[in-house]
């Protein structure tokens, strides 16, 4: 039981939810100050801001694991923008702030992807441990397939093993055990 609950699987999984909780106050800020300022969206609160940057998150991790990257690649893509929002890129370029700049990318970035690469670590791996739950099965058949035909190449008299079913045959017309 200890040993299920301490699976890298379920390591991968507590790091993306860690990730998704660290970015989900500064992607959600940026979505409320969008909303409210450019959009004019008076109704829009903060839990809605949120619930919105969670469910994107959310959308990462499912369009990943169900294999559509194009998807996860596209909503991630949206979570690094909405990110690079909250920076003030202008006033850094002409203040030649560049460290600044520098900083701004690598954050969004890094937490950004982080919830991509992570989710796809985690497919990775529900796949290996899908195929290897497969391999299994069909080792299990093999095994049970083998006995069977050595049991049916065995003469029922006197115990002999036979390659083949013929040399069975002509054994057992000659067995009298």
Do not use: P
């Amino acid at each position: 039981m200890l040993k299920r609950i301490l699976s890298i699987d379920n390591f991968i999984l507590l790091v993306i939810l860690l990730v998704m909780i660290n970015n989900v106050e500064h992607c959600a800020y940026v979505h409320y100050q969008v909303a409210r300022q450019v959009f004019d969206l008076a109704w829009m609160n903060k839990a809605h801001s949120v619930a919105v940057v969670i469910i994107i998150e959310l959308s990462i991790i499912v369009f990943v694991v169900k294999g559509d990257h194009k998807a996860a690649l596209f909503f991630t893509m949206m979570l690094f923008v909405l990110s690079m929002l909250y920076y003030d890129f202008r006033t850094f370029w002409l203040n030649a702030a560049y460290e600044k700049v520098l900083a701004a990318v690598t954050y969004s970035t890094m937490f950004t992807a982080s919830i991509y690469i992570f989710s796809r670590m985690y497919a990775a791996k529900r796949m290996t441990n899908a195929g290897h739950a497969q391999l299994e099965l069909e080792l299990k058949q093999l095994r049970a397939y083998k006995n069977k035909r050595i049991k049916e190449l065995t003469c029922g008299n006197c115990g002999r093993r036979f390659e083949s079913d013929m040399s069975k045959i002509a054994h057992q017309r000659r067995c009298k055990e």
